[in-house]
């Protein structure tokens, strides 16, 4: 069975800076979908990034983007520019392809807390 | 367009109650997924459903846990005689069937407390 891991529980970044937020997974499939996710304290889970493990280039999506290491079973989530309307929660799942008997139901870390201050 | 809506965004009842949780998918998604987030085991998968095909409960914690979804569209999760220990955040999510790596969309979610 599949597994993701944040070994973060909380991590902060001062506003405009950088931080990295990771994720480590374990699976023995070669076709499968990473996603970082994020949750306010509104609950509304909010998609931040994708990659497709079959894709080699890292996904960016303007001030985030992440560092998919294949081998390693890796998938950190960087977030350049730090702001205050990035704090929240944030999951990394895993998802296998839907089709032969999988249901493409989202596995999720534990969640890592994120602070930015001022 | 419209998000993914829940009903309600929190309820409170008692020990032994049964309750019934909505889930208003996004217009023409036609697949659905119930999870559940509680404090001492994370988001878990409960429920799919897909189109006609008949659902997979292999997340369903109890018999106690149920779920239909009418007309391809709204779904509603029933949980009879709660526990304490269902008090959670039930979330559900759909995405539309596409050849590869659909996203799901999350609804905001109802909090449930088991008094």
């Known amino acids: 069975a599949q597994t993701v891991t944040q070994s973060q529980p909380e991590m902060s970044v001062q506003e405009a800076e950088t931080v990295t937020l990771s994720c480590t997974y374990d699976?023995?499939?070669?076709?499968?979908?990473l996603f970082w996710y994020k949750q306010p304290p509104s609950r509304q889970m909010i998609l931040v990034i994708r990659?497709?493990?079959?894709?080699?280039q890292n996904a960016t999506e303007n001030r985030f983007s992440v560092n998919f290491q294949k081998a390693a079973k890796s998938f950190s989530l960087k977030i350049s520019d730090s702001q205050l309307g990035d704090a929240a929660m944030y999951f990394c799942?895993?998802?296998?392809?839907?089709?032969?008997?999988?249901?493409?139901?989202?596995?999720f870390g534990q969640g890592t807390t994120l602070q930015v201050k001022p | 367009g419209a998000g993914v809506s829940q009903s309600p965004s929190n309820k409170v009842t008692e020990k032994g109650k049964d309750v019934e949780l909505r889930c208003d998918p996004i217009?023409?998604?036609?697949?659905l997924y119930w999870y559940r987030q509680s404090l001492g085991q994370g988001l878990e998968f409960l429920i799919y459903?897909?189109?006609?095909?008949?659902?997979?409960k292999s997340g369903l914690p109890s018999d106690r846990f149920s779920a239909e979804r009418t007309g391809g569209s709204v779904s509603t999760l029933t949980i009879q005689r709660t526990q304490q220990e269902d008090s959670a955040v039930y979330l559900c999510?759909?995405?539309?069937?596409?050849?590869?790596?659909?996203?799901?969309?999350f609804g905001p979610g109802t909090r449930l407390l088991v008094l």
């Open positions: 459903f897909q189109g006609n095909s008949a659902p997979d």
């Open positions: 999510a759909s995405t539309r069937t596409s050849a590869r790596g659909e996203t799901q969309y």
């Open positions: 217009s023409g998604h036609t697949a």
């Open positions: 990659q497709e493990a079959y894709k080699q």
């Open positions: 799942a895993y998802r296998s392809p839907r089709g032969s008997g999988n249901t493409g139901k989202l596995i």
């Open positions: 699976t023995s499939e070669s076709d499968y979908y």
